[in-house]
């Protein structure tokens, strides 16, 4: 029976119950007390016939009637004395187990809540119904495994942070005792070495405040119809001289006339310089780097070509996870911190579009995409 998975009918079906033990006790004990009680009494016929045929005088017979009275009062009252005892003996019964089947899955919530609220984030409960309190239990067992799970994130960025600070100031730490014991001469070459080291700490610094804003919404991104080709030219010209330096040849495949696109220039000139870090950090010299913009009806596509190192398939799916490092010692000697790529996604989602990385394997380059929404769908749809 389905509807009596819902509380308000339990509690329905559990009071007519006791209406229902109360009127069947009150008509038992009523027609059992008619028949044993009253019959002992004479019929107020009798008394009227007999008074009529005049042998029998009507005193008695007032006091037949009398008697019959208080025996019809007296079994009333009994009836409904025995009818109301057994209403509460049903009530008790019925209270009893509606305690046991509702109140205390409540006090079991109501335990695991608090022990959640105070951190025990593996506390569940274990509520054996099919009514709204075991979708509640399973409700609040969600929120359980939601909030340990963030309990997790939360303990490995913690651990991935540390050691992500470690890493440069034990360097430093080495450089500098090197330097006082005067194991290490105290040459430019040195101390360019201990400030680069600090120039990554501040930067690891810099994007982890970043990410921390990003990862609770807080970055703030106003989307803007925007012109793509000046935007992706002006970012261009910047990396040119270290392209140029690093002999690495750097090319832009604009289409031409490109719709605009629905952006927050700011926030994807932020991705676009990431992009090209990471092409110009993994592409050795001799190779080439490639930035294409083509558009369909309902996105714009920029994409970062470089016929680089490559991403091995395996790697492909994590690397816009945190710290993630295809090569953790080489990201790290060429300055790469793992989170730049996970902002980067950050900031896509946020303006509406979608980023994901193509390699045909290692040494053979990456591509990666992002796609923005055109002005015009946006438009159309407010
Ligand atoms: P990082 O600062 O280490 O570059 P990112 O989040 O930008 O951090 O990138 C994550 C990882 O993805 C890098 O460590 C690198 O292994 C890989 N990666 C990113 N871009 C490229 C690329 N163009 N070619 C090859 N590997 C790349």
Sequence with gaps: MSWLRHLRWKLFVSHMLIIVIGVVVLLATANFLAVTNLAQVAPPSLGSAASETGQVSP??????????????????????????FAALAASVVVSLFVSRRIVEPLQELSIVSRRLADGYYRERTSIQSDDELADLSQS?????????????????????????????????????????????????????????????????????????????????????????PPLIEHVAAQFQPQFAAQEVQFELHLEDELPEAFADPDRLVQILINLLANALRYTPSGGQVIVSATANETFVRVGVRDSGIGIPAKHLPHIFERFYRVDKSRARRSGGTGIGLTIARHLVYAQGGEIWAESEGPGRGATFYLTLPLYVEVAELV
């Design 59 to 84: 005193g008695p017979a007032q006091s037949d009637v009398t008697s019959q009275q208080e025996q019809f009062r007296t079994v009333v009252d009994t009836a409904l004395l025995i009818a109301g």
């Design 140 to 228: 609040i067992n969600q929120l359980a495994e939601a909030l340990e799970q963030t309990e997790q994130r939360r303990l490995a960025l913690l651990a991935d942070v540390a050691h992500e600070l470690r890493t440069p100031l034990t360097t430093i730490e080495g450089y500098m005792e090197g330097l006082l014991d005067g194991v290490i001469a105290p040459e430019p070459q040195t101390f360019a070495m201990i400030q680069h080291e600090a120039v990554r700490l501040k930067r690891l610094i810099e994007e982890l405040a970043l990410l921390s804003r990003a990862e609770a919404g807080q970055l703030r991104v106003l989307p803007q119809p925007v012109e793509l």
